[in-house]
Structure formats: structure tokens, C-alpha cells
């Protein structure tokens, strides 16, 4: 079984800045891309952020320029730093490894969601 646990969500004041992380574990041979998708309330599910194994990195246009994803292979973590944040930005961030390999195949993983509240 393959987790991702999400945490670093909280509330924030509007052009505040705040660090979500997520971590996968379980019987993992190897994670290929990861990402962040948010759920604002009343919406849709939308990507915000993905990057490859190898860093390449997507963005939403709505947070360029203000939020970095990055990751740590070693320890099968994946990170979200969000800068400037905005009162639209409030939602709930899921951590998503689309492919991840194990001894069962590949597993389609999320998390369980961290709530991300910007204060005007």
C-alpha cells in the first residue's frame, strides 16, 4: 500500500507565504512525476503544479511567478512554497503521484488534502 501525506496547511494572511510538503511511503520502487492540485469550495479540482522526476516543473497560470514546486527523490517528498499569497488561493491542496511503481504494478496515489485559508 502507498500513501501521500500532506501537511504545512493552515491560515495565512493575504501576501503571506506558506510550505506544504508531502510524503509518500509504502512499497515504493520509484515515483515518476508528482504534483499539487487545489479544490476550492463550490469548484472543480485543478491542477496547480507538477514536476518530473527529473525537475521539470508546469504551472498553473494563476501561480507563476508565486508558488515553487520542488522534490526530494531520496526521501519521496514532494514541496509546494507559496509566496504572496492571495484570498483566491483558499482551498484544499491534494498531493498526486500519477505513476507510482511498485511490486504491484503502477498505483495512481492522492493524499488526503490540506486546507490552505487566505485571509484578506
Known amino acids: 500500500q502507498v500513501q501521500l501525506v500532506e501537511s504545512g496547511g493552515g491560515l495565512v494572511q493575504a501576501g503571506g507565504s506558506l510550505r506544504l510538503s508531502c510524503v509518500a511511503s509504502g512499497s515504493i520502487f520509484s515515483i515518476n512525476a508528482m504534483g499539487w492540485y487545489r479544490q476550492a469550495p463550490g469548484k472543480q479540482r485543478e491542477l496547480v503544479a507538477t514536476?518530473?522526476?527529473?525537475?521539470?516543473?508546469n504551472y498553473a497560470d494563476s501561480v507563476k511567478g508565486r508558488f515553487t514546486i520542488s522534490r526530494d527523490n531520496a526521501k519521496n517528498t514532494v514541496y509546494l512554497q507559496m509566496k504572496s499569497l492571495k484570498p483566491e488561493d483558499t482551498a484544499v491542496y491534494y498531493c498526486?503521484?500519477?505513476?507510482?511503481?511498485?511490486?504491484?504494478?503502477?498505483?495512481?496515489?492522492w493524499g488526503q488534502g490540506t486546507l490552505v485559508t487566505v485571509s484578506s
Open positions: 514536476i518530473t522526476r527529473g525537475d521539470n516543473t
Open positions: 498526486n503521484a500519477p505513476r507510482v511503481i511498485g511490486p504491484m504494478g503502477y498505483l495512481e496515489v
